[in-house]
């Protein structure tokens, strides 16, 4: 069951998070498709594949076979290789909305990732805990790919 929010603050939901990665911006970015699409995992490793098509307008969704699967949003932006950005419910099956953007920024020999969700509707405190902790590891698994890749290159 669902508690009603008792006012706007009740409503809302910002996270932030700022990854520094030690690889090209181009790199980084390629990394970001695969690890929020194909290799998507939840936080405690298990895979749950989502599909993207990169484009604006295209889906960002689950897909369970059979025309079977959940909606997460719509790529509301997309400018390579340095914005990503989606609006729709995510993962969340209740009256809500969310705005996820992805900003990449040379820096510093490497790629400054700034991410940041938003949302409104009823989310439970719990799940505002879930989601944090979720999109930490999600974010973590794109550095650790694109240093990877970003290693590869260079020595190949």
């Known amino acids: 069951m ?14 932030v998070q700022e990854i520094h990665v030690r690889a090209p911006i181009d790199v980084t970015f390629d990394a970001l498709l695969e690890e929020i699409g194909p290799k998507n995992q939840t936080h405690d490793g298990r895979a749950m594949p989502l599909k993207i098509e990169a484009w604006p307008g295209g889906r960002w969704y689950r897909d369970l076979g059979d025309n079977n699967g959940h909606f997460w949003g719509n790529v509301q932006a997309i400018k390579r290789p340095s914005l990503l950005e989606f609006c729709g ?28 969700h938003t949302a409104m509707g009823f989310i439970q405190d719990q799940q505002k805990e879930q989601m944090n902790m979720g999109w930490g ?16 290159k260079a020595a190949g």
Do not use: H, W
């Not at 669902?2 to 996270?15: F, G, Q, R, V």
């Not at 419910?89 to 953007?101: D, E, G, H, I, T």
């Not at 650790?144 to 970003?150: F, H, P």
């Open 137 to 152: 590891a999600m974010n973590e698994r794109v550095r650790k790919v694109a240093e990877a890749g970003g290693a590869k």
């Open 89 to 116: 419910p995510l993962m969340l099956s209740y009256p809500c909305v969310s705005n996820v953007q992805y900003r990449l920024t040379e820096k510093d020999g490497g790629t400054l990732i700034t991410f940041r």
């Open 2 to 15: 669902i508690s009603i929010p008792k006012n706007a603050a009740d409503m809302t939901m910002e996270i």
